[in-house]
């Protein structure tokens, strides 16, 4: 294995430079958008979800290095896209996350004496999240259908909100919905339920 940044070898440069050339030369990719990729975003978030739980349990991770290349992949496609609009590139990204790791991580970065546990790590970060973000925080519309009616109405729940449910709708949305505050009321995380369901029956 080669050793992690390795300034004579950037695997990294590389694949961006790979990807630059594969949007200038390969008529599939020269289509893509930021908007065509969100569901191979998507599956390979899931595949790389399912590679670490077979290698937690087996050992081989060899199979979740394969899946996070994948996820890589779309992280790299999506900076190339936005680079040749000169929005931003890949460099953004990481100095972006960079920053954001270490205002949130004072007892890493900064010159501080204190000996936090984990928990109290999760707090700080927490506190310091709030601070730049005061407003709440909106749930991402692309999260799984059912997960996100599942904590929309656990947020409507907590804030006293009252749930209109039509469970003789024509609308198959509105009945899909009723279902999901079932399953809350019977304890049952529906997003898993269904992916249960359906794998009973591959």
């Known amino acids: 294995m080669s050793s992690p940044l390795d300034p004579e070898d950037d695997a990294v440069a590389e694949f961006v430079a790979v990807m630059r050339r594969l949007r200038a030369e390969c008529p599939w990719k020269q289509e893509q958008t930021h908007r065509s990729l969100v569901r191979y975003l998507l599956e390979e978030t899931y595949e790389t979800v399912d590679a670490i739980d077979e290698a937690e349990a087996s ?33 953004d990204i990481a100095r972006g996350i960079t920053a954001k790791m270490r205002r949130r991580n004072p007892h890493v970065f900064a010159s501080t004496d204190d000996d936090l546990t984990a928990d109290e790590v999760d707090e700080r970060w ?31 729940e907590r804030a006293g909100l009252p749930v209109d449910l039509a469970t003789d709708s024509a609308d198959l949305g509105e009945r899909l919905l009723a279902l999901v505050a079932e399953a809350r009321a019977e304890g049952v995380d529906p997003e898993q339920a269904l992916r249960d369901a359906v794998r009973r029956r591959q």
């Open 59 to 91: 050992g081989d991770f060899g199979h979740l290095a394969e899946e996070l290349g994948d996820l890589l992949l779309q992280v790299v496609f999506h900076a190339v896209i936005a680079e040749e609009r000169g929005d931003f590139s890949l460099d």
């Open 126 to 156: 927490q506190r310091i999240k709030a601070a730049e973000q005061p407003a709440p925080s909106e749930l991402p519309s692309a999260l799984p259908a059912l997960l996100y009616a599942d904590k929309t109405l656990a947020r409507r």
